[in-house]
């Protein structure tokens, strides 16, 4: 080996060295960063030894695909669960002690009680202000329920507005990645950047990508819907301001393509998105209706007839808060569990429910005046527990009477929550694991970037000898030239 070939295989020693430090670096320094890919120098054999061809990342499609696709199964149960826990919330979490059932179940027991004691007016008080408690309590969860509604409205414009925002950052990304591709520049940079926004977008929205020619990448809906290609598509929605039961929310559209709303509780919504549309116009308008057709039950079970029973039917304890009319046997009133109230004769009397007559003189049925008459009493709670008929579009079918109805209720919320709950821990195992064996084969290690740094060293220090033996070399030469 002549002196300059030497001195040149120095020379390349130092460039790479150096080259493979910087990468190195950069590594440690992202050794905590999750949207990081490993970066590694690539070595060729040149004319004087190993030469940096470039910089390679540690990138591996198909864990990245898996992991993009667990994201939004993930994501899509996570949201259903929140929204069901918030539903479940409105009846008292754990022991649903504020549930229209347990309500009823009081009512009930006060009902009989006032039966045992029908001349204790406190007793009529009572059953009069659980009945009271009853029609708060379906106020307040037909209240909250399209609450529930409304908050996911607003949040689907959110995600919407996001999501748009991403597609404009994925745009830019993409279009740095192109670039560089096409300069023989390094897009590592960019590409960790638009793999990043590729995981934030499945989080809202499930997707598949195909990369083109050119570094270029195309994302499609998981139903196949167009959301980018070389420019992002529109993702448009219009909010509704306010919700009750008769509200039906807009929906999403992407590049004009009407988006499907999850369904099930082990839902099949990919992201986000599908899992709001379907607590907005699946699970919260089911529960409305449950509520409705309990609100309705009651005014049916209480209906004053006279005291022969042959007199038009006219609300009685409970009342539509509008007129005395009796709704239609089997038939959903929309929205009735929030306009349900107690008729106001029998707050200002609480003997009527004793007696009849809430609806005027001609509906006493305690004609009499008995202090000991039980037999309306002992009709209402047995109202309550004979079945008629429910609305099919309440979720819950069968004939049931009311007690059984409202616990069917309050028992299908539950079915759901608790299926949704053993689904949400599936996927999000499913996607931790797909997130370990991604970082196992893309992310940094410290132990591995330390050890490759003394092997840089080793390099380095190679290097300097090599020098070091050239200059004495030279040294010499010149020497004997004199």
């Known amino acids: 080996m002549s002196l300059s070939t030497a001195l040149s295989t120095a020379q390349s020693i130092f460039n790479n060295t150096g080259t493979q430090t910087s990468v190195t670096s950069t590594n440690i320094s992202n050794a905590q960063n999750a949207n990081y890919v490993r970066r590694s120098a690539v070595l060729v054999t040149a004319g004087n030894g190993a030469l940096v061809a470039g910089t390679e990342r540690s990138q591996n499609q198909t864990l990245l695909r898996q992991t993009i696709a667990s994201t939004s199964l993930a994501s899509g149960q996570s949201t259903l669960l929140s929204g069901l826990e918030e539903i479940r919330g409105l009846l008292g979490n754990n022991d649903y002690d504020t549930s229209p059932s347990a309500r009823l179940s009081k009512l009930l027991s006060n009902l009989d009680a006032y039966s045992a004691k029908p001349n204790e007016a406190t007793l009529a008080s009572t059953a009069v202000s659980s009945a009271q408690d009853v029609a708060d309590t379906l106020n307040n969860a037909s209240k909250e329920v399209q609450a529930i509604r409304t908050r996911a409205d607003s949040q689907i414009k959110s995600q919407v507005d996001t999501l748009n925002g991403l597609l404009k950052q994925f745009e830019s990304a993409n279009t740095d990645v192109m670039r560089a591709t096409v300069s023989n520049a390094d897009p590592s940079n960019a590409l960790d950047t638009r793999e990043t926004l590729l995981k934030q977008i499945s989080e809202i929205v499930g997707i598949s990508?195909?990369?083109?020619?050119?570094?270029?990448?195309?994302?499609?809906?998981?139903?196949?819907?167009?959301?980018?290609?070389?420019v992002p598509r529109t993702v448009s929605f219009a909010a509704t301001a306010t919700y009750t039961a008769g509200t039906t929310g807009n929906a999403i559209y992407i590049d004009g393509v009407a988006m499907k709303a999850g369904t099930g509780s082990d839902t099949d919504a990919d992201g986000s998105l599908q899992a709001l549309l379907q607590i907005r116009d699946d699970i919260a308008p089911t529960f409305q209706s449950q509520l409705d057709e309990v609100a309705r039950g009651l005014i049916v079970a209480f209906a004053e007839t006279g005291p022969n029973g042959t007199l038009a039917a006219?609300?009685?304890?409970?009342t539509n808060g509008v007129d005395d009319s009796v709704p239609a046997s089997g038939t959903l009133v929309p929205g009735l569990a929030g306009s349900i109230s107690i008729n106001a004769a029998v707050k200002a009397s609480p003997q009527l429910l004793r007696d009849g007559g809430m609806n005027g003189a001609s509906y006493v049925v305690n004609t009499q005046g008995a202090a000991g008459f039980s037999t309306l009493l002992d009709s209402y709670s047995q109202a309550l527990q004979t079945p008629q008929p429910f609305d099919p579009a309440s979720g819950l079918d069968g004939s049931l009477d009311v007690m059984s109805f409202a616990s069917d209720s309050t028992g299908w919320l539950e079915s759901l929550r608790s299926s949704a709950s053993s689904a949400d821990e599936s996927k999000s195992a499913m996607k931790t694991r797909a997130l370990q064996a991604y970082s196992s084969e893309t992310a940094v290690s410290l132990d591995e970037e330390l050890s490759l740094l003394l092997d840089i060293e080793q390099s380095y220090k190679a290097a300097t000898k090599l020098v070091s033996t050239i200059d004495e070399m030279m040294k010499a030469l010149l020497a004997v030239g004199g």
């Open 314 to 318: 006219k609300a009685g304890l409970f």
């Open 209 to 230: 990508t195909v990369s083109r020619p050119g570094g270029d990448v195309a994302i499609y809906t998981t139903d196949g819907t167009t959301l980018f290609e070389k």
